[in-house]
């Protein structure tokens, strides 16, 4: 599977040496004037402790619709299953002091569960080119 092209590789390691290695994993703003990338849900690597980091409710919304399975299919067929997919019995905080969210759904056959925090406004962030 490739996630990010060639040229968004060189072009994230040079920013990385930029602000010299500050950047957040798995965080970046998704930017509505760009084609969005896909994100396969499968390579996302969260939990409660490391949430996907955004900024805002407007990010969040980006960020589920962009959701992919590896074998092509959307991970929400829409914005609205992703947004009724958050597990509002779940609570946690991340050891940043931020909230996280848990939203589930199904690859294939397998269930998948991606925590979030859009509490992540004060970090640097990575605007990522379409891929």
Known sequence: MKLLSHWTTISVLMIVLLVGGCL????????????SPKVFVEELDTSADSPFELCGQDDLARFLDILYCANGNRFYKTLTDG????????SATSP????VMRFTGVCGVQ?????VTTEACDIKYLNLPPG
């Open 24 to 35: 957040e994993r798995n965080a970046y703003v998704l930017n509505p004037q760009k084609r």
């Open 83 to 90: 947004l009724a997919a958050r597990d509002e019995t779940f």
């Open 96 to 99: 940043a002091g931020k909230n």
């Open 111 to 115: 269930e998948m569960e991606i925590f």
